[in-house]
């Protein structure tokens, strides 16, 4: 935050701001979702590729999100 004498002119908030225009939907193919998890662990972790279950693979939901329009702005 930026602040000063005058409220209407010196006075400002800092921020970053992302917006996505898109499709997502949810993935149902076993190995898709393999390959969905082990790129979310890459983004956390150095290890793997990890190993899921079917039971994993069953209680899990993958959601792809597939961006066709970005715009961004910061202040």
Same mark, same amino acid.
């Given at each position: ?11 400002? +908030? ?5 917006? /996505? ?6 993935? *149902?193919?076993? &190995?898709?979702?393999? =390959?969905?998890?082990?790129?979310? +662990? ?5 290890? /793997? ?6 039971? *994993?693979?069953? &209680?899990?939901?993958? =959601? ?12």
């Amino acid at each position: 935050m930026t602040t000063g004498e005058d409220p209407c002119k010196d006075w400002s +908030m800092k921020y970053k701001s992302v917006t /996505g225009y898109g499709w997502a939907g949810i993935v *149902n193919d076993p &190995e898709e979702k393999i =390959v969905g998890l082990n790129i979310l +662990m890459a983004h956390y972790t150095s290890k /793997g590729p990890f190993i899921f279950t079917e039971k *994993n693979l069953e &209680e899990t939901t993958v =959601v792809r999100i597939v961006i066709d329009k970005m715009t961004a702005k910061r202040s």
